[in-house]
C-alpha cells in the first residue's frame, strides 16, 4: 500500500495520505472534466466517490471523455465513467447516481452530507449557488469549475479551513534567546582552551549564542533589531579572532543576520490564536462545526502555553530540529538532544493543557479524543498553521467589481455570463445566431460592473476593450466545447486543489482561478464579497 | 474541435480557418518520448485532440510505484514494458491503431528513425535524455529543408511544481542554451560521509558509496533490488547507531539512493495536458503556441510564469562553443578528465579525448584498452600548449572543440 503510494507520500506524509484514505469525494457532471479530475483523485487513493449527472453516453462523449467507449454508446454515463475510473485504483470505490441536475433535491443533500468535498464541473448558476449554500453551513468545502475551448475557470468555497503550509520558514534555534539547557552547554565551551581542529567543529548555533552575549554586553543589553544593527553584529563575528576561512565560523557568518533579531511569532499562527475559536471552545463548544473542534482544542491550549510565563512566554512550542552544520558527530548529537529534550517538555506542557481542557464540563460531552501524537503534530507544525475563514458568498445576488480588470477578469467574467446562457437558453454562445453576441455581452453586463467601466490600473481602456472584444470573439467560438486538453489540464488543477484542501497540506487557491490555454497562462482572480 | 478550425482567432491574426484542418492533425506523425507519467497522459490527450499517427519511445518497465499517477497501467501490468503497455491500452479503448510502441533505449534508434516525425512531445525524468534529443533535433536541422525541423515540447514535473518548453531546434534556446538553470543532485563532502556523519543521509551515502564497493566487490548497487536496499539500509542504520543518529528508514535510503524526486498525478496531468495543448497550436495554427517556457507551482496557491529563454549564442550544442580550460602541464591526462567532468559548461560524464591521434576512448573496448596508458600520461608528453582537443560524450550528439591551455 505504501509502496504504490510511495512518491506522494514523500509530498504530503502518512497524515496526509490518511486523510486521502478517509475522503469521499461528491462530483457533478460526468464528462471529460469530472472524469479527468476524478482520474487523478482515485489515483492517488481517496477512499471513495460517487458521480452524479443525468446523461447517456453519445458520440460528443467519445470525441472527448477518456472514460467511455464504443460499447458503452446509449449507456448511463455516470455508470460508464464510475466503471473505467474504478480500474485505476482497486482500493478505491466508486459510486453513481443516475439524476437529474437542474435543481438540488434531497436526495443529492443526503449524498453531500456523507462528502468530504464535493466538486462541481460544468454546472449550471442556480445549482451551484445551492451547492454551495448548502455546503457553507455544514462546513463542507465546494470547487466549482467550467471549462469553455481553450479557457477553464474554478472557484473554491469553503467557510473555514487550517493547513499545514509546508512554506519555507527559518529555523527555530532561539539563539537571540537561548533557553536554559542550550546557553549553559554553549557557557561550557571555551573556545580558547581548545585545539585548532577542534574549534573548528564547534556549531555555530554555540558561536552565535557567546557572540550575541558579547554584542548584548557591549550594547546596554540590548540584541540588534534594524538592519544596521545586524550587519555590525555580523562584523562582530567576522572580527573574531579565530575567524580565519574555517567552515564553521563562515556558516556563523553567514547566519548571523538572520538569527540575532528578537524572536517573532509568525503573524498566521497570531491570527489562529487571536481567532474568536479559541474563546468559543472553551465557552460554546457546540457552535464549532464538530469536525474542527480537535484543531481548536489543540489551538486554545496552544494559547495558554504561549501566555503563560512559565511555560510559552510569548512563544511557540520549540520545533526541536536543527538544520545540519558543520560540526563533529558528538557536539553536533548533543545540540540536536538538547532541542529535541526541550521540545517534548515544551508538547508534555501543551498536551496537559489540552487534557485539562477535554475534561472540562463543556468539553466533555462532545467526545472529543486526542492523543500525545496528535498534540506532537500539531506543535510541531505549529509555527505554519494557517487558518482562513470568510463570510458566506450569496452568490445569487452578487455583481463583481475588480479593483484591476485585465485578461484573467475579463474571461472569469465572460465565463460566468456563458454558464448563464446556457442556463437560459440550454446552450452555448455560437456564431449560429447572430444574436448571441450582444446577448452574451449584456449578460457580462450584468455579471460585473467592471464591463460598462472597462478601465484598469495597467491597460487604457481602448486595450482593455479590444481583450473584452477578443474573449467575447472566443467564447463564441468555443461555444462551449469541452476541448479535451483543456478539460484534462484543469482536472489536474481542480483534484490538486482538492487534494490539498483534504490533505490540509500546502495552500490551496484562495478565491478562484482562469486558465487561459490561448497564452498558457494561470490567472488568480480575487473574487470576495468584500469587493462590493 | 471543428469549430475552431473553421472560425479566425482574435489572438492569432494569421490563423487562415481551414476545414480540412482536422485531416492534417490526423496525418501529422508526432513522437512522443516517455511513457511514464507523463507519457501516459501525453498519450491520450494526443489521441483525444485528433493525432492518429503517433509513435511512442521508452526503454522502461512498469513499477508499483508508477501506479500512483500513470493512468494507463493496472496492478496486472507490472513488470511489463510501459511503451506497449500503454499504446495497447489507448488503442483497444479508443478501437482504433493509433500508437505505435518502441520498447528501446531512445539512443538505440537512429536519425533516420528521428527524422520521420513532424513533431515531438517528451514527458522525460532525466537530464541526460533530454540533452541526447536535444541534441539530436538540433543536428538533424538542415538549412535548405525546413522539414528538418521538428518542434519538440519538453514537459518534465518535480512534486507541486513543473514545466512546459517549446524548443524549435537552431530557431530558439535549445536543451543547452539553459543548461545552468537545471537542477543538481544534492551531495554530501566524503570527508563528512567518512568522519563526521551527522545526518541519516551520512550514513546512507557512507553505507552505499562507501561501503558497498569494499563489501560487494565488482557488483554494482541496484537501487531497485530490495535485497540491496536491504543491506544498505541495515549497514545506514548500524553507522547510525554507533554515532546516536537517528531517522534512518528504508524509504529514506531509497530516497537517497534514487534520489528519489516525488511525483503525483495532478500534476502530471497539468503539464502533459499543456504539452499537448502547444503540440495542437503548433500544429494548426489555431491560436499562438508558447514562446517558449511556462513554469507552474502549485504549492503555495497557483503561481505560473511565461517567459522567453535566449538563444545562446556560444552553446555547446546549437551555438558555436570555444571552451578553454587552464591547467597545469604536469596533471595527468586521468585529471584533466576530472576537470572536464566537473566543469560547468560542459557538464559531461563520459568525455572521450582526441587531438589528431586518440587520447583517451572511452569505447570501443578495444580502443578504450589501447588509450588507457595515456591516462597516467602528463599533459605535456601528449600535446602542447593551447593545442584544440575535440571531445564527445555519449550524452551530447556532436562533439566540443576544448582548446587546453597550460598554466606553466
Given at each position: 500500500m505504501s509502496q504504490r503510494y510511495d512518491r506522494q507520500i514523500r509530498l504530503w506524509n502518512l497524515s496526509g495520505q490518511q486523510e486521502l484514505a478517509n475522503a469521499k469525494v461528491g462530483v457533478f457532471g460526468s464528462s471529460a472534466l469530472g472524469s479527468e479530475t476524478l482520474k487523478n483523485l482515485v489515483l492517488p487513493g481517496i477512499k471513495e466517490f460517487v458521480l452524479l449527472d443525468h446523461r447517456i453516453v453519445s458520440d460528443v462523449d467519445l470525441l472527448s471523455n477518456f472514460y467511455v467507449s464504443k460499447n458503452n454508446l446509449g449507456q448511463s454515463l455516470s455508470h460508464t465513467v464510475t466503471q473505467l475510473l474504478c480500474e485505476l485504483n482497486p482500493q478505491v470505490a466508486g459510486n453513481y447516481l443516475q439524476t437529474d441536475l437542474s435543481k438540488l433535491s434531497q436526495e443529492h443533500k443526503n449524498i453531500i452530507e456523507t462528502c468530504t468535498i464535493v466538486i462541481l464541473c460544468n454546472q449550471i448558476p442556480t445549482l451551484v449557488n445551492d451547492i454551495v449554500d448548502f455546503c457553507w453551513d455544514l462546513g463542507i468545502p465546494v470547487i466549482s469549475c467550467s471549462v469553455n475551448g481553450f479557457i477553464g475557470s474554478t472557484s473554491t468555497f469553503i467557510s473555514e479551513h487550517f493547513i499545514e503550509s509546508h512554506e519555507d520558514q527559518i529555523e527555530d534555534l532561539r539563539i537571540s534567546e537561548p533557553f536554559n539547557e542550550i546557553e549553559e552547554y554553549s557557557d561550557g565551551i571555551d573556545l580558547d582552551e581548545l585545539d585548532p581542529t577542534d574549534r573548528a567543529h564547534i556549531p555555530y548555533i554555540v558561536i552565535l549564542i557567546k557572540k550575541l552575549k558579547e554584542y548584548k554586553k557591549m550594547n546596554g543589553g540590548k540584541l540588534p533589531s534594524t538592519f544596521k544593527e545586524k550587519r555590525e553584529f555580523k562584523n562582530l563575528v567576522e572580527a573574531d579572532k579565530y575567524c580565519t576561512g574555517e567552515e564553521n565560523f563562515m556558516e556563523a557568518v553567514e547566519n548571523a543576520i538572520r538569527y540575532s533579531g528578537e524572536y517573532t511569532m509568525p503573524t498566521r499562527v497570531l491570527q489562529v490564536l487571536n481567532s474568536s475559536n479559541c474563546e468559543l471552545v472553551v465557552?460554546?463548544?457546540?457552535?464549532?462545526?464538530f469536525k474542527n473542534l480537535a484543531f481548536w482544542v489543540m489551538a486554545r491550549a496552544l494559547r495558554d502555553f504561549v501566555h503563560c510565563s512559565t511555560e510559552g512566554n510569548g512563544k511557540l512550542p520549540l520545533t526541536g530540529t536543527i538544520p545540519d552544520m558543520k560540526a563533529d558527530t558528538k557536539r553536533f548529537i548533543e545540540i540536536q538532544k538538547i532541542y529535541k529534550n526541550k521540545a517534548n517538555q515544551d508538547i508534555e506542557k501543551v498536551y496537559n493543557r489540552v487534557q485539562d481542557l477535554l475534561k472540562s464540563n463543556l468539553l466533555k460531552s462532545t467526545f472529543c479524543k486526542l492523543t500525545r501524537q496528535d498534540v506532537e503534530t500539531f506543535c510541531h507544525n505549529s509555527h505554519r498553521l494557517l487558518f482562513s475563514s470568510s463570510s458566506k458568498p450569496q452568490l445569487s445576488t452578487r455583481k463583481l467589481t475588480f479593483p484591476t480588470f485585465e485578461l484573467g477578469e475579463i474571461m472569469y467574467t465572460a465565463n460566468l455570463a456563458a454558464q448563464t446562457f446556457n442556463q437560459t437558453y440550454g446552450r452555448f454562445p455560437s456564431n449560429s445566431d447572430i444574436n448571441d453576441k450582444s446577448i452574451l455581452e449584456n449578460l457580462c453586463q450584468q455579471v460585473c460592473t467592471n464591463w460598462n467601466n472597462p478601465q484598469s490600473d495597467q491597460n487604457d481602456q481602448d486595450s482593455t476593450e479590444t481583450l473584452m472584444k477578443n474573449v467575447i470573439a472566443e467564447f463564441i467560438r468555443s461555444n462551449g466545447a469541452e476541448l479535451h486538453t483543456t478539460c484534462a489540464l484543469f482536472g489536474g488543477l481542480v483534484a490538486q486543489e482538492a487534494i490539498k484542501l483534504i490533505t490540509r497540506h500546502y495552500l490551496p487557491v484562495e478565491n478562484s482561478l482562469v486558465y487561459d490555454g490561448i497564452n498558457s497562462a494561470f490567472y488568480s482572480i480575487n473574487d470576495k464579497e468584500e469587493l462590493l | 474541435m471543428n469549430s475552431f478550425y473553421t472560425q479566425p482567432s482574435a489572438f492569432e491574426p494569421d490563423f487562415v480557418p481551414d476545414a480540412n484542418l482536422s485531416d492534417r492533425v490526423a496525418e501529422t506523425k508526432v513522437l512522443v518520448i516517455g511513457a511514464g507519467g507523463l507519457g501516459c497522459e501525453i498519450l491520450k490527450n494526443l489521441v483525444l485532440s485528433g493525432f492518429e499517427q503517433i509513435h511512442v519511445i521508452d526503454m522502461d518497465t512498469i513499477d508499483v510505484t508508477n501506479l500512483n499517477r500513470q493512468s494507463l497501467f493496472r496492478d496486472a501490468d507490472v513488470g511489463k514494458p510501459k511503451a506497449q503497455v500503454a499504446a495497447e491500452f489507448v488503442n483497444t479503448r479508443v478501437s482504433k491503431n493509433v500508437i505505435t510502441a518502441h520498447y528501446n533505449r531512445i539512443q538505440d534508434k537512429d536519425e533516420e528513425f528521428y527524422r520521420q516525425f513532424e513533431i515531438v512531445v517528451c514527458g522525460l525524468d532525466s537530464l541526460d535524455a533530454r540533452r541526447w534529443v536535444s541534441a539530436m533535433f538540433v543536428n538533424m536541422v538542415d538549412e535548405s529543408d525546413p522539414s528538418s525541423l521538428k518542434p519538440i515540447i519538453d514537459g518534465g514535473t518535480e512534486g507541486f511544481k513543473g514545466q512546459v518548453r517549446v524548443i524549435l531546434p537552431t530557431l530558439n534556446a535549445c536543451h543547452e542554451c539553459a543548461s545552468s538553470m537545471h537542477s543538481k543532485k544534492v551531495t554530501y563532502p566524503i570527508c563528512t560521509i567518512a568522519n563526521t556523519p551527522r545526518l541519516p543521509e551520512h550514513c546512507i551515502e557512507w553505507a552505499s558509496v562507501v561501503q558497498w564497493p569494499k563489501v560487494h566487490e565488482g557488483l554494482k548497487l541496484d537501487a531497485d533490488n530490495i535485497e540491496h536496499m536491504q543491506w544498505v539500509y541495515s549497514t545506514a542504520l548500524k553507522r547510525a547507531d554507533e554515532h546516536g543518529i537517528s531517522g534512518i528508514t528504508l524509504s529514506l535510503a531509497q530516497g537517497v539512493v534514487k534520489n528519489i524526486i516525488p511525483a503525483i498525478a495532478s500534476t502530471n496531468a497539468i503539464i502533459s495536458a499543456s504539452c499537448v495543448n502547444e503540440a495542437l497550436k503548433i500544429v494548426t495554427g489555431c491560436h499562438p503556441y508558447l514562446n517558449n517556457y511556462m513554469l507552474y507551482v502549485g504549492d503555495s496557491s497557483v503561481y505560473s510564469h511565461t517567459f522567453e529563454l535566449e538563444k545562446k549564442e556560444d552553446c555547446l550544442v546549437c551555438g558555436n562553443a570555444k571552451v578553454t580550460i587552464e591547467v597545469s602541464k604536469t596533471i595527468t591526462l586521468e585529471e584533466l578528465i576530472e576537470e572536464i567532468k566537473i566543469n560547468n559548461s560542459l557538464q559531461l560524464k563520459k568525455p572521450s579525448l582526441r587531438t589528431d591521434k586518440n587520447l583517451y576512448m572511452q569505447a570501443p573496448p578495444f580502443l578504450e584498452v589501447k588509450s588507457r596508458p595515456n591516462l597516467k600520461k602528463q599533459l605535456y608528453e601528449l600535446f602542447e600548449s593551447n593545442s584544440t582537443l575535440t571531445v564527445t560524450d555519449p550524452s551530447l550528439m556532436t562533439s566540443v572543440s576544448l582548446t587546453v591551455t597550460f598554466t606553466d
Amino acid at each position: 500500500m505504501s509502496q504504490r503510494y510511495d512518491r506522494q507520500i514523500r509530498l504530503w506524509n502518512l497524515s496526509g495520505q490518511q486523510e486521502l484514505a478517509n475522503a469521499k469525494v461528491g462530483v457533478f457532471g460526468s464528462s471529460a472534466l469530472g472524469s479527468e479530475t476524478l482520474k487523478n483523485l482515485v489515483l492517488p487513493g481517496i477512499k471513495e466517490f460517487v458521480l452524479l449527472d443525468h446523461r447517456i453516453v453519445s458520440d460528443v462523449d467519445l470525441l472527448s471523455n477518456f472514460y467511455v467507449s464504443k460499447n458503452n454508446l446509449g449507456q448511463s454515463l455516470s455508470h460508464t465513467v464510475t466503471q473505467l475510473l474504478c480500474e485505476l485504483n482497486p482500493q478505491v470505490a466508486g459510486n453513481y447516481l443516475q439524476t437529474d441536475l437542474s435543481k438540488l433535491s434531497q436526495e443529492h443533500k443526503n449524498i453531500i452530507e456523507t462528502c468530504t468535498i464535493v466538486i462541481l464541473c460544468n454546472q449550471i448558476p442556480t445549482l451551484v449557488n445551492d451547492i454551495v449554500d448548502f455546503c457553507w453551513d455544514l462546513g463542507i468545502p465546494v470547487i466549482s469549475c467550467s471549462v469553455n475551448g481553450f479557457i477553464g475557470s474554478t472557484s473554491t468555497f469553503i467557510s473555514e479551513h487550517f493547513i499545514e503550509s509546508h512554506e519555507d520558514q527559518i529555523e527555530d534555534l532561539r539563539i537571540s534567546e537561548p533557553f536554559n539547557e542550550i546557553e549553559e552547554y554553549s557557557d561550557g565551551i571555551d573556545l580558547d582552551e581548545l585545539d585548532p581542529t577542534d574549534r573548528a567543529h564547534i556549531p555555530y548555533i554555540v558561536i552565535l549564542i557567546k557572540k550575541l552575549k558579547e554584542y548584548k554586553k557591549m550594547n546596554g543589553g540590548k540584541l540588534p533589531s534594524t538592519f544596521k544593527e545586524k550587519r555590525e553584529f555580523k562584523n562582530l563575528v567576522e572580527a573574531d579572532k579565530y575567524c580565519t576561512g574555517e567552515e564553521n565560523f563562515m556558516e556563523a557568518v553567514e547566519n548571523a543576520i538572520r538569527y540575532s533579531g528578537e524572536y517573532t511569532m509568525p503573524t498566521r499562527v497570531l491570527q489562529v490564536l487571536n481567532s474568536s475559536n479559541c474563546e468559543l471552545v472553551v465557552s460554546n463548544p457546540d457552535k464549532i462545526q464538530f469536525k474542527n473542534l480537535a484543531f481548536w482544542v489543540m489551538a486554545r491550549a496552544l494559547r495558554d502555553f504561549v501566555h503563560c510565563s512559565t511555560e510559552g512566554n510569548g512563544k511557540l512550542p520549540l520545533t526541536g530540529t536543527i538544520p545540519d552544520m558543520k560540526a563533529d558527530t558528538k557536539r553536533f548529537i548533543e545540540i540536536q538532544k538538547i532541542y529535541k529534550n526541550k521540545a517534548n517538555q515544551d508538547i508534555e506542557k501543551v498536551y496537559n493543557r489540552v487534557q485539562d481542557l477535554l475534561k472540562s464540563n463543556l468539553l466533555k460531552s462532545t467526545f472529543c479524543k486526542l492523543t500525545r501524537q496528535d498534540v506532537e503534530t500539531f506543535c510541531h507544525n505549529s509555527h505554519r498553521l494557517l487558518f482562513s475563514s470568510s463570510s458566506k458568498p450569496q452568490l445569487s445576488t452578487r455583481k463583481l467589481t475588480f479593483p484591476t480588470f485585465e485578461l484573467g477578469e475579463i474571461m472569469y467574467t465572460a465565463n460566468l455570463a456563458a454558464q448563464t446562457f446556457n442556463q437560459t437558453y440550454g446552450r452555448f454562445p455560437s456564431n449560429s445566431d447572430i444574436n448571441d453576441k450582444s446577448i452574451l455581452e449584456n449578460l457580462c453586463q450584468q455579471v460585473c460592473t467592471n464591463w460598462n467601466n472597462p478601465q484598469s490600473d495597467q491597460n487604457d481602456q481602448d486595450s482593455t476593450e479590444t481583450l473584452m472584444k477578443n474573449v467575447i470573439a472566443e467564447f463564441i467560438r468555443s461555444n462551449g466545447a469541452e476541448l479535451h486538453t483543456t478539460c484534462a489540464l484543469f482536472g489536474g488543477l481542480v483534484a490538486q486543489e482538492a487534494i490539498k484542501l483534504i490533505t490540509r497540506h500546502y495552500l490551496p487557491v484562495e478565491n478562484s482561478l482562469v486558465y487561459d490555454g490561448i497564452n498558457s497562462a494561470f490567472y488568480s482572480i480575487n473574487d470576495k464579497e468584500e469587493l462590493l | 474541435m471543428n469549430s475552431f478550425y473553421t472560425q479566425p482567432s482574435a489572438f492569432e491574426p494569421d490563423f487562415v480557418p481551414d476545414a480540412n484542418l482536422s485531416d492534417r492533425v490526423a496525418e501529422t506523425k508526432v513522437l512522443v518520448i516517455g511513457a511514464g507519467g507523463l507519457g501516459c497522459e501525453i498519450l491520450k490527450n494526443l489521441v483525444l485532440s485528433g493525432f492518429e499517427q503517433i509513435h511512442v519511445i521508452d526503454m522502461d518497465t512498469i513499477d508499483v510505484t508508477n501506479l500512483n499517477r500513470q493512468s494507463l497501467f493496472r496492478d496486472a501490468d507490472v513488470g511489463k514494458p510501459k511503451a506497449q503497455v500503454a499504446a495497447e491500452f489507448v488503442n483497444t479503448r479508443v478501437s482504433k491503431n493509433v500508437i505505435t510502441a518502441h520498447y528501446n533505449r531512445i539512443q538505440d534508434k537512429d536519425e533516420e528513425f528521428y527524422r520521420q516525425f513532424e513533431i515531438v512531445v517528451c514527458g522525460l525524468d532525466s537530464l541526460d535524455a533530454r540533452r541526447w534529443v536535444s541534441a539530436m533535433f538540433v543536428n538533424m536541422v538542415d538549412e535548405s529543408d525546413p522539414s528538418s525541423l521538428k518542434p519538440i515540447i519538453d514537459g518534465g514535473t518535480e512534486g507541486f511544481k513543473g514545466q512546459v518548453r517549446v524548443i524549435l531546434p537552431t530557431l530558439n534556446a535549445c536543451h543547452e542554451c539553459a543548461s545552468s538553470m537545471h537542477s543538481k543532485k544534492v551531495t554530501y563532502p566524503i570527508c563528512t560521509i567518512a568522519n563526521t556523519p551527522r545526518l541519516p543521509e551520512h550514513c546512507i551515502e557512507w553505507a552505499s558509496v562507501v561501503q558497498w564497493p569494499k563489501v560487494h566487490e565488482g557488483l554494482k548497487l541496484d537501487a531497485d533490488n530490495i535485497e540491496h536496499m536491504q543491506w544498505v539500509y541495515s549497514t545506514a542504520l548500524k553507522r547510525a547507531d554507533e554515532h546516536g543518529i537517528s531517522g534512518i528508514t528504508l524509504s529514506l535510503a531509497q530516497g537517497v539512493v534514487k534520489n528519489i524526486i516525488p511525483a503525483i498525478a495532478s500534476t502530471n496531468a497539468i503539464i502533459s495536458a499543456s504539452c499537448v495543448n502547444e503540440a495542437l497550436k503548433i500544429v494548426t495554427g489555431c491560436h499562438p503556441y508558447l514562446n517558449n517556457y511556462m513554469l507552474y507551482v502549485g504549492d503555495s496557491s497557483v503561481y505560473s510564469h511565461t517567459f522567453e529563454l535566449e538563444k545562446k549564442e556560444d552553446c555547446l550544442v546549437c551555438g558555436n562553443a570555444k571552451v578553454t580550460i587552464e591547467v597545469s602541464k604536469t596533471i595527468t591526462l586521468e585529471e584533466l578528465i576530472e576537470e572536464i567532468k566537473i566543469n560547468n559548461s560542459l557538464q559531461l560524464k563520459k568525455p572521450s579525448l582526441r587531438t589528431d591521434k586518440n587520447l583517451y576512448m572511452q569505447a570501443p573496448p578495444f580502443l578504450e584498452v589501447k588509450s588507457r596508458p595515456n591516462l597516467k600520461k602528463q599533459l605535456y608528453e601528449l600535446f602542447e600548449s593551447n593545442s584544440t582537443l575535440t571531445v564527445t560524450d555519449p550524452s551530447l550528439m556532436t562533439s566540443v572543440s576544448l582548446t587546453v591551455t597550460f598554466t606553466d
